[in-house]
């Protein structure tokens, strides 16, 4: 019974990490179709795709230790 707990636990963590990672692509999306050609906008979007990889890394470590990897 426990198990089923767990994994009814961990699928919903999975679900609300999903949510968050559409929501965080969504952002960056409209920000990129926004285009505005300043400083504060360049810096906006560039905060969200830094958040937005910060969750997809969370959700899969692995990944962030191949891609530091492949950027050294």
């Known amino acids: 019974m426990c198990s089923n707990v767990s994994?009814?636990?961990?699928?919903?963590?999975?679900?609300?990490?999903?949510?968050?990672?559409?929501?965080?692509?969504?952002?960056?999306?409209?920000?990129?179709?926004?285009?505005?050609?300043?400083d504060t906008a360049s810096l906006e979007v560039a905060s969200r795709l830094a958040r937005a990889w910060a969750m997809i890394t969370s959700a899969d470590p692995e990944l962030a230790a191949r891609a530091a990897r492949y950027s050294s």
């Open 7 to 38: 994994e009814v636990a961990h699928s919903r963590a999975e679900t609300a990490l999903a949510a968050r990672l559409a929501a965080a692509i969504e952002d960056f999306a409209a920000a990129a179709a926004a285009r505005a050609d300043t």
